[in-house]
């Protein structure tokens, strides 16, 4: 019979008792960064800053098979979760292969304010994430106005128009309706993953199934310590994955070098459910998404060992040298 059953007491004492006490922890903390970050960026739309952003923008996204109007789309994308662009987006006339190119890169770089604030907190610095994952978001942009079909066909969405914000008593009251529906969200979230991860723990099942995943982790150039990590990152998403990758690298069981691997990974790829779904009924391609995803991070990834161990080997040299 599995632990958890064997005794009520225990199940209480060492399973829900202790995630209650992390999941509010990890809740405080995700909405400190989460929470400014939004209100934030709804001031910057208010006053017209993003568009101003996106308007500078126009020239490049010509390269990219993508008409000026959508940079609002990307510059949206940098700063909210991916709602916010999907939202501006089906206001737009824009074809399916527009959509495709657009959704890839709004998947590579949204809700950075937050994301790379989270991953900082696990060993990825600030600027080095967020530089990484818009760079990268352009070069897939670049790559996939290359390779992708010129008629891939028209989304199968309705254009609709979004309700206007005429007032900063809108704004405050939109923003706060929001972030009571994040809060709600993510107290759900973080329990939820806490609990999983402890009835997991006391069944002796975290090391069964990240050897289980080994060959894939291996594959993408991640240590095996980053097996239950990299799942949970690939289910929730980046931050919840990153919140409770803090809470594993305190108590010893990742350390900081293995962390910064899984870091590049989920940079590129991650929310592979909830994320990928939100285009997909949009019209986008599973296939497109998650093969170029899938392929970037393999790219960054082993791009990144390979520097590491370039940079560990001019150290020793310096050393012998000395």
């Given at each position: 019979m599995p632990y958890v059953?064997?005794?009520?007491?225990?199940?209480?004492?060492?399973?829900?008792?202790?995630?209650?006490?992390?999941?509010?922890?990890?809740?405080?903390?995700?909405?400190?960064?989460?929470?400014?970050?939004?209100?934030?960026?709804?001031?910057?739309?208010?006053?017209?800053?993003?568009?101003?952003?996106?308007?500078?923008?126009?020239?490049?996204?010509?390269?990219?098979?993508?008409?000026?109007?959508?940079?609002?789309?990307?510059?949206?994308?940098?700063?909210?979760?991916?709602?916010?662009?999907?939202?501006?987006?089906?206001?737009?006339?824009?074809?399916?292969?527009?959509?495709?190119?657009?959704?890839?890169?709004?998947?590579?770089?949204?809700?950075?304010?937050?994301?790379?604030?989270?991953?900082?907190?696990?060993?990825?610095?600030?600027?080095?994430?967020?530089?990484?994952?818009?760079?990268?978001?352009?070069?897939?942009?670049?790559?996939?106005?290359?390779?992708?079909?010129?008629?891939?066909?028209?989304?199968?969405?309705?254009?609709?128009?979004?309700?206007?914000?005429?007032?900063?008593?809108?704004?405050?009251l939109v923003w706060l309706k929001s972030s009571l529906q994040v809060t709600l969200f993510i107290t759900v979230i973080v329990f939820s993953l806490n609990l999983l991860y402890n009835l997991f723990d006391a069944n002796k099942l975290i090391s069964g199934l990240s050897k289980g995943i080994e060959p894939l982790l291996r594959f993408f150039g991640l240590p095996a310590t980053t097996g239950f990590l990299w799942l949970i990152g690939y289910i929730v998403g980046l931050a919840y994955g990153g919140a409770l990758m803090m809470d594993q690298m305190k108590e010893g069981k990742v350390n900081r070098a293995d962390a910064g691997l899984l870091n590049y990974h989920l940079a590129m790829s991650h929310s592979i459910l909830e994320d990928n779904l939100l285009f997909v009924a949009l019209g986008v391609s599973l296939w497109w998404i998650l093969g170029v995803r899938l392929s970037v991070a393999w790219i960054v990834v082993w791009g990144r060992r390979i520097v590491l161990k370039l940079r560990a080997g001019g150290t020793k040299m310096k050393i012998k040298s000395v």
């Open positions: 059953f064997q005794n009520k007491l225990k199940l209480y004492k060492d399973i829900l008792f202790p995630a209650f006490r992390k999941s509010g922890y990890i809740t405080l903390w995700l909405l400190k960064i989460i929470l400014p970050a939004s209100l934030a960026v709804r001031l910057l739309d208010y006053y017209g800053i993003l568009a101003f952003m996106a308007g500078m923008l126009d020239p490049v996204f010509v390269y990219m098979g993508l008409p000026g109007s959508t940079a609002i789309v990307f510059i949206t994308s940098i700063f909210l979760p991916l709602y916010a662009p999907l939202a501006i987006i089906t206001s737009m006339s824009i074809t399916l292969r527009e959509l495709t190119i657009l959704a890839l890169m709004c998947q590579i770089s949204h809700n950075l304010p937050v994301e790379s604030a989270i991953q900082a907190k696990t060993g990825t610095p600030f600027r080095t994430v967020t530089a990484l994952r818009i760079t990268m978001s352009i070069l897939v942009g670049l790559a996939l106005n290359l390779i992708l079909p010129q008629d891939m066909g028209n989304p199968v969405f309705i254009r609709a128009n979004a309700a206007a914000i005429t007032s900063m008593g809108d704004l405050l």
